[in-house]
């Protein structure tokens, strides 16, 4: 089969967040903001959703349980979702795991907010890197824990780990929690077996746990691999790894994810504290996505790949100055356009503003983002464009 990325979806009345939430995220719900555009007339280029239709083997596998028409209070019983998400596992990563270790949660980032909870003390401290997905911080600030942020090293677009710094800050006795980004939001990195062995190293050393997350591991560009943290670490059980299918097969809003525990304290916890329910129709999605979604999946990556290409023959002829790198991994891009708006503080508003694109600025990313953009480009390639196009436009005003 052959899958269209290239219809253009109206999502317009589908309470989209990317169309109808971005004001509550973007700009702090401040409904009296007056754009040049309406607010329905963006091009939504932030939130890490997709504008694809997810792969027709899940609506098909929703349509057929819809059949059913009861959907009572529901929760994974049987084998067959777990023995789909090890064989994804298996196919994709050549990583097994103990199947009794695995849960279900409604997303990452809700099993983000309470693991934090159940990890750490009142007077202990949250390790994280940054440039981060804002939400490790508010995964904190919500329990109440002190943040402890180590920058990224940058050089001319590429990021590595400042492990000399990143050791000093875990030998904090205070730090028992480090949350991991694998690969990287908002860089794309993907950390070679070296890098996970040095950084798994020093937090097993100094006692630190680990929340991997990993939700963006299955977007790869084509010919790179994936390794999860807790394969190079088998015998610790100091790593809890997050999977989900929502970035992979655009699928976010059915709230499912997978949470790996191995410390049989921390599950024990849990197992007390979860509400063990899962939606029934997230649950025939998600399995349905990890036993016949590969096939889609690669064709999104080709089409993903050439997008990348895209951007970066775009920004050569139309934004040479901005400093750009095709990522690893994602469908994001992490665009430094600082040499073109170094005054500017917040990038945001300002496309928002001036060109009528909805993107995410440097500083929304804790820090050590200053002067970036990142755009989604899991869109077909007219609306890319369009958006690029709208993007240089308030660029070259701006510094002519």
């Known amino acids: 089969m052959k899958y269209d990325f290239d219809t253009i979806i109206d999502r317009r009345n589908t309470n989209a967040m990317s169309l109808e939430g971005f004001r509550a995220y973007l700009f702090n719900k401040n409904d009296k903001l007056d754009f040049?555009?309406?607010?329905?007339?963006?091009?939504?280029?932030?939130?890490?959703?997709?504008?694809?239709?997810?792969?027709?083997?899940?609506?098909?596998?929703?349509?057929?349980?819809?059949?059913?028409?009861?959907?009572?209070?529901?929760?994974i019983f049987g084998p067959d979702y777990k023995s789909a998400f090890l064989n994804w596992t298996k196919s994709q990563y050549d990583w097994q795991f103990d199947t009794g270790h695995l849960f279900t949660s409604q997303g990452v980032i809700p099993a983000l907010?309470?693991?934090?909870?159940?990890?750490?003390?009142?007077?202990?401290?949250?390790?994280?890197?940054?440039?981060?997905?804002?939400?490790?911080k508010l995964a904190a600030n919500y329990n109440e824990v002190e943040l402890v942020t180590?920058?990224?090293?940058?050089?001319?677009?590429?990021?590595?780990?400042?492990?000399?710094?990143?050791?000093?800050?875990?030998?904090?006795?205070?730090?028992?929690?480090?949350?991991?980004?694998?690969?990287?939001?908002?860089?794309?990195?993907?950390?070679?077996a070296d890098e996970l062995q040095q950084f798994g190293q020093i937090c097993i050393e100094n006692n630190v746990m680990v929340i991997s997350d990993e939700i963006h591991c299955d977007l790869l560009r084509n010919g790179k691999t994936f390794t999860p943290l807790a394969k190079i670490f088998p015998r610790s059980d100091q790593i809890i790894t997050c999977m989900a299918p929502s970035k992979t097969f655009n699928m976010a809003g059915f709230m499912i994810a997978n949470i790996i525990i191995a410390n049989d304290e921390l599950r024990a916890i849990w197992k007390?504290?979860?509400?063990?329910?899962?939606?029934?129709?997230?649950?025939?999605?998600?399995?349905?996505?990890y036993t016949d979604g590969a096939a889609w999946l690669a064709q999104l990556k080709v089409y993903l790949d050439a997008n990348f290409e895209f951007l970066k023959k775009y920004l050569e002829g139309h934004l040479p100055k901005a400093v750009f790198k095709i990522p690893?991994?994602?469908y994001l891009a992490w665009v430094n356009v600082s040499t073109?708006?170094?005054?500017?503080?917040?990038?945001?508003?300002?496309?928002?503003n001036n060109a009528g694109v909805l993107l995410e600025g440097g500083t929304m990313f804790v820090a050590n983002g200053k002067g970036h953009i990142r755009l989604n480009l899991a869109c077909p390639r007219a609306r890319?464009?369009?958006?690029?196009?709208?993007i240089t436009a308030a660029i070259n005003i701006a510094t002519s």
């Open 150 to 192: 180590s920058d990224l090293i940058y050089n001319d677009g590429d990021y590595t780990i400042d492990f000399e710094d990143l050791k000093q800050k875990a030998a904090d006795e205070k730090v028992t929690l480090c949350i991991f980004c694998s690969p990287h939001n908002p860089t794309g990195r993907i950390w070679t």
């Open 272 to 289: 007390k504290r979860q509400l063990p329910l899962d939606n029934p129709l997230s649950i025939v999605a998600a399995q349905a996505a």
């Open 113 to 136: 907010f309470d693991l934090v909870e159940y990890i750490c003390e009142p007077d202990e401290k949250v390790l994280i890197m940054t440039p981060s997905y804002a939400f490790f």
């Open 384 to 390: 890319l464009k369009e958006g690029l196009d709208k």
């Open 328 to 330: 690893e991994s994602t």
């Open 36 to 75: 040049q555009c309406a607010d329905d007339e963006f091009v939504s280029m932030w939130i890490a959703d997709m504008e694809f239709t997810s792969p027709p083997e899940i609506t098909d596998a929703i349509r057929n349980r819809l059949d059913h028409g009861i959907f009572g209070y529901s929760q």
């Open 340 to 352: 073109y708006l170094p005054n500017e503080e917040n990038l945001t508003l300002f496309f928002a």
